[in-house]
Nanobody, 122 residues
């Protein structure tokens, strides 16, 4: 069973930066696409960014130009660099895997992490 552990969340002022990490315990990490999602109170979970096994990426329109997703296959870890943070970025951020990445889109799989809280103050 694939396990995912997120870290790096916290409290930051608007305009600040955070880097989230998602460590994935599996021997097949390099073959997996990974998605970062977020869920704010009373809102639906939404895809923020995703990266394919080959390094292709896609982003939600709301974070394009501010967030960058990357992966380190040697460390079984995916990162989400978040710059120019806004109060509306406040949410629990979760990573997901064992989904499908094709045609520039990521379709979530069954494996989720516990999430890490990101709070952006105005």
């Amino acid at each position: 069973q694939v396990q995912l552990v997120e870290s790096g969340g916290g409290l930051v002022q608007a305009g600040g930066s955070l880097r989230l990490s998602c460590a994935v315990s599996t021997s097949t990490f390099s073959r997996l696409a990974i998605g970062w999602y977020r869920q704010a109170p009373k809102k639906q979970r939404e895809l923020v960014a995703a990266i394919s096994s080959g390094g292709a990426t896609n982003y939600a329109d709301s974070v394009k130009g501010r967030f960058t997703i990357s992966r380190d296959n040697a460390k079984n870890t995916v990162y989400l660099q978040m710059n120019s943070l806004k109060p509306e970025d406040t949410a629990v951020y979760l990573c997901n895997t064992e989904g499908e990445y094709y045609s520039g889109n990521y379709y979530y799989g069954p494996s989720w992490g516990q999430g890490t809280q990101v709070t952006v103050s105005s």
